[in-house]
């Protein structure tokens, strides 16, 4: 026999080896008892590169635990089929009864298997090499297609029925990511109006656009923007920190723990050992943005998988998994749930285009199909998105407290599901358009308490809960930013987003002068988000 089939041999064994989990030849021979030849044979054979009697390399084979299909090919290989005697029955490491059975298909000449036509063994051993490593790919489909055709129908109908719907499943998978691959192109240019229809296209959101009514923003004369901008990221960063303490507590839980969250309660950026705080979402989103200098969904995907938390997502390990552990593209690796985790961290992008509704509109739903490509998630990033941008725009003093969420909610009409879910008794759940449009307007007329507001509205992670309660708590207070901000988490339940959406309105409307320094001072993002908040200021009046 060749030298370079020897070698062969041996690289395969000693690979082997090191797939069985030994660190060395010794330890694999101590460990079996009842491997009936010596250490030094088989170091002979493993390192040494001799080539034993066939007999021998049989029992080596079937020691090291090769499937029969391997063990075939590599005594095929070197010896032409299995040894005539002895004591190792090559009928039943092989799964053959006899040798009268095996001859057509072990003899040197017949090269291919008479049942699938596929050629087992390369002449060429670096060839072959892949094929009898351990559970490749190809050593299980070949053994695959060698075994099926032995399986008769009668009496196994369930496993063929099984194998029937699995392989339709490879089937489809393969043309979905066939047809997945076809779009990319699609999305190489990264045009908001171009990513919109194709997310339409494909059924992904909801035809958006063409709901609701449209708007008009624009910078107006006597607002002070660069401290309303920079009230917008602070403080829906801070809501979201403080709302971090209360977080799926009741209030009760919360008077019980803490005695009721105030100015005091406000942590810094460390929480001690060394261990920094997840950065806030909106300054996630910011840093993408700034950036990119425009909306990337792709970019933004991946800065929120690499983020340890987002506010109102209960999907985000979900998320994370579908982006980066089964490689699935941006519009397909979020979850179809309302949940409220776009409409808290969406304040950057209200801030970029705080003079365009329509592109703010269009660029909101397709930031928060990033995750939650739902109805409702979208109905509640646009409202949200909208009501930044207009309390930005608005003197201080003249905001319109009792028409404000009406004049607001006509924006997102008729984007969430026309037959809503049923809630509790059988009935209709409020959409957000409802909620925003006629319950939240008549609380605030009768000047109803916030846990009067919790109980009718809500203050969950679902968007058609959690944006009206952010509206409400803002709205009860609206030149009062700790007040708005505290009712919030203090009521608890979905606090780290709620917070967040109180603050970011609260923030634009009152600016940065306008919170108390007891929240700002030991941000340890402060001067980050401020330099933010300044960047797409300029965006914002470069694309006005």
Same mark, same amino acid.
């Given at each position: 026999? @060749?030298?370079?089939?020897?070698?062969?041999?041996?690289?395969?064994?000693?690979?082997?080896?090191?797939?069985l989990?030994?660190? !060395?030849?010794?330890?694999?021979?101590?460990?079996? =008892? +009842?491997?009936?030849?010596s250490?030094?044979?088989?170091?002979? $054979?493993?390192?040494?590169g001799?080539?034993?009697? #066939?007999?021998?390399?049989? *029992?080596?084979?079937?020691?090291?635990r090769?499937?029969?299909?391997?063990?075939?090919?590599?005594?095929?290989?070197?010896?032409?089929?299995?040894?005539?005697?002895?004591?190792? !029955?090559?009928?039943?490491?092989?799964?053959?009864? +006899?040798?009268?059975?095996?001859?057509?298909?072990?003899?040197?000449?017949?090269?291919?298997? *008479?049942?699938?036509?596929? =050629?087992?063994? %390369?002449?060429?051993?670096?060839?072959?090499?892949a %094929?009898?490593?351990?559970?490749?790919?190809?050593?299980?489909?070949?053994?695959?297609?060698?075994?099926?055709?032995?399986?008769?129908? =009668?009496?196994?109908?369930?496993?063929?029925?099984?194998?029937?719907?699995?392989?339709?499943?490879?089937?489809?998978?393969?043309?979905?990511?066939?047809?997945r691959?076809?779009?990319?192109p699609?999305?190489?240019?990264?045009?908001?109006?171009?990513?919109?229809?194709?997310? @339409?296209?494909?059924?992904?959101?909801?035809?958006?656009?063409?709901k609701?009514?449209?708007?008009?923003?624009?910078?107006?004369?006597g607002? %002070?923007?660069?401290?309303?901008?920079?009230? #917008?990221?602070?403080g829906?960063? &801070?809501?979201?920190?403080?709302?971090?303490?209360?977080?799926?507590?009741?209030?009760? +839980?919360?008077?019980?723990?803490?005695?009721?969250?105030?100015?005091?309660?406000m942590?810094?950026?460390?929480?001690?050992?060394?261990?920094?705080?997840?950065?806030?979402?909106?300054?996630?989103? !910011?840093?993408a943005?700034?950036?990119?200098? =425009?909306?990337?969904?792709?970019?933004?995907?991946?800065?929120?998988?690499?983020?340890?938390?987002?506010?109102?997502?209960?999907h985000?390990?979900?998320? $994370?998994?579908?982006?980066? %552990?089964?490689?699935?593209p941006w519009?397909?690796?979020?979850?179809s749930?309302?949940?409220?985790?776009?409409?808290?961290?969406?304040?950057?992008? #209200?801030?970029?285009?705080?003079?365009?509704?329509?592109?703010?509109?269009?660029?909101?739903?397709?930031?928060?199909?990033v995750?939650?490509?739902?109805?409702a998630a979208?109905?509640?990033?646009?409202?949200?998105?909208?009501?930044?941008?207009? &309390?930005?725009?608005?003197? #201080?003093?003249t905001?319109?407290?009792?028409?404000?969420?009406?004049?607001?909610?006509?924006? @997102?009409?008729?984007?969430?599901?026309?037959?809503?879910?049923?809630?509790?008794?059988?009935?209709? &759940?409020?959409?957000?358009?409802?909620?925003? !449009?006629?319950?939240?307007?008549?609380?605030?007329?009768?000047?109803?308490?916030?846990?009067? @507001?919790?109980?009718a509205l809500?203050?969950?992670?679902?968007?058609?809960?959690?944006v009206?309660?952010?509206?409400?708590?803002?709205?009860?207070?609206?030149?009062?930013?700790?007040?708005?901000?505290?009712?919030?988490?203090?009521?608890?339940?979905?606090?780290?987003?709620?917070?967040?959406m109180?603050?970011?309105? /609260?923030?634009?409307? $009152?600016?940065?002068?306008?919170?108390?320094?007891?929240?700002l001072?030991?941000?340890?993002?402060?001067e980050?988000?401020?330099?933010?908040a300044d960047?797409?200021?300029?965006? /914002?009046?470069?694309? *006005?």
């Amino acid at each position: 026999m @060749v030298e370079k089939e020897t070698n062969y041999l041996s690289r395969i064994l000693r690979k082997r080896i090191e797939t069985l989990g030994y660190t !060395s030849l010794k330890k694999f021979v101590e460990d079996k =008892k +009842d491997f009936q030849y010596s250490y030094e044979l088989l170091r002979q $054979v493993v390192y040494g590169g001799r080539l034993p009697r #066939a007999e021998t390399l049989l *029992s080596i084979l079937q020691t090291m635990r090769f499937s029969p299909s391997q063990i075939h090919k590599l005594m095929d290989f070197h010896f032409g089929g299995y040894p005539g005697g002895g004591t190792d !029955s090559p009928g039943e490491t092989a799964g053959i009864p +006899d040798a009268d059975k095996r001859e057509p298909f072990f003899r040197p000449e017949n090269r291919e298997s *008479s049942s699938t036509g596929i =050629k087992l063994l %390369d002449a060429d051993p670096s060839g072959a090499q892949a %094929d009898l490593l351990a559970d490749s790919p190809e050593e299980t489909a070949m053994s695959l297609k060698q075994s099926l055709p032995r399986i008769p129908f =009668k009496g196994n109908e369930d496993f063929w029925e099984m194998t029937r719907a699995l392989a339709l499943q490879a089937e489809r998978k393969a043309l979905r990511i066939a047809r997945r691959e076809a779009d990319q192109p699609l999305l190489f240019e990264k045009e908001p109006e171009a990513i919109y229809q194709f997310l @339409v296209r494909k059924g992904k959101v909801p035809s958006y656009m063409s709901k609701g009514e449209m708007l008009s923003f624009g910078f107006v004369e006597g607002v %002070d923007y660069r401290d309303r901008y920079r009230g #917008a990221l602070l403080g829906a960063a &801070v809501g979201e920190i403080l709302g971090r303490t209360s977080q799926g507590l009741s209030p009760r +839980d919360i008077r019980e723990l803490f005695g009721g969250i105030d100015q005091d309660s406000m942590p810094t950026g460390w929480v001690g050992e060394g261990k920094e705080l997840a950065p806030p979402a909106c300054l996630l989103l !910011s840093r993408a943005l700034l950036s990119a200098r =425009k909306l990337d969904p792709e970019g933004i995907a991946s800065v929120y998988a690499k983020s340890r938390r987002l506010p109102g997502a209960g999907h985000h390990a979900e998320f $994370v998994r579908n982006l980066l %552990d089964r490689g699935f593209p941006w519009f397909e690796a979020g979850a179809s749930v309302p949940e409220t985790a776009p409409s808290a961290r969406v304040t950057p992008l #209200a801030l970029l285009r705080a003079a365009d509704f329509r592109r703010l509109k269009m660029e909101a739903g397709i930031e928060a199909a990033v995750t939650h490509p739902h109805g409702a998630a979208i109905a509640g990033a646009i409202a949200q998105t909208a009501a930044i941008a207009r &309390v930005l725009h608005t003197p #201080a003093g003249t905001l319109d407290v009792l028409g404000f969420a009406r004049g607001l909610s006509h924006a @997102v009409s008729g984007i969430e599901a026309d037959r809503s879910p049923r809630g509790k008794g059988g009935k209709p &759940v409020p959409t957000l358009w409802r909620k925003l !449009s006629t319950e939240l307007t008549a609380l605030l007329l009768r000047r109803a308490e916030m846990e009067d @507001v919790q109980e009718a509205l809500g203050n969950g992670a679902s968007v058609p809960e959690g944006v009206p309660f952010a509206w409400a708590c803002f709205l009860r207070y609206p030149d009062d930013y700790a007040a708005a901000v505290l009712a919030a988490v203090n009521l608890g339940n979905e606090a780290e987003a709620n917070g967040a959406m109180v603050g970011s309105l /609260a923030g634009a409307y $009152v600016g940065a002068a306008g919170i108390p320094e007891a929240f700002l001072t030991g941000l340890s993002w402060r001067e980050e988000l401020e330099a933010s908040a300044d960047g797409l200021l300029a965006l /914002a009046r470069r694309d *006005s």
